[in-house]
Nanobody, 129 residues
């Protein structure tokens, strides 16, 4: 059974840092890219970072570029999101996702959630001012 399990969320003050983890069990699926997404109440799901698993090339949304870093540990089948300089605007549920179909995943400058076919359950990040 395919599983993506996020952890590492929590509450932090503005200016602080958190690292999220996503333990992936994807068995025989070929993973082309993995990504981090977030969704705040009343807002659409936003793609914030992706990594192409074969090349380790990364891409970030403008809202997190320079503050967040996506990385992968292939030996541990784990995806990470290192978040620095957090602001209250970063408060959201954070999800990891995998593309096992080789989709485009980036449309213009936007990371497209519809191109990812496996999702975790999410981990909450709350940033207080």
């Amino acid at each position: 059974q395919v599983q993506l399990v996020e952890s590492g969320g929590g509450s932090v003050q503005a200016g602080g840092a958190l690292t999220l983890s996503c333990a992936a069990s994807l068995y025989d699926y070929t993973t082309y890219s993995m990504g981090w997404f977030r969704q705040a109440p009343g807002r659409e799901r936003e793609g914030i970072a992706i990594i192409y698993t074969g090349s380790s090339v990364t891409y970030y949304s403008g809202s997190v570029k320079g503050r967040f870093t996506i990385s992968q540990d292939n030996a541990e089948n784990t995806l990470y999101l290192h978040m620095n300089s957090l602001t209250p605007e970063d408060t959201a549920m954070y999800y990891c996702a995998a593309d096992t179909q080789g989709r485009t995943v980036i449309a213009g400058t936007r990371i497209n959630p519809n191109d990812f076919n496996f999702w975790g359950q999410g981990t909450q990040v709350t940033v207080s001012s």
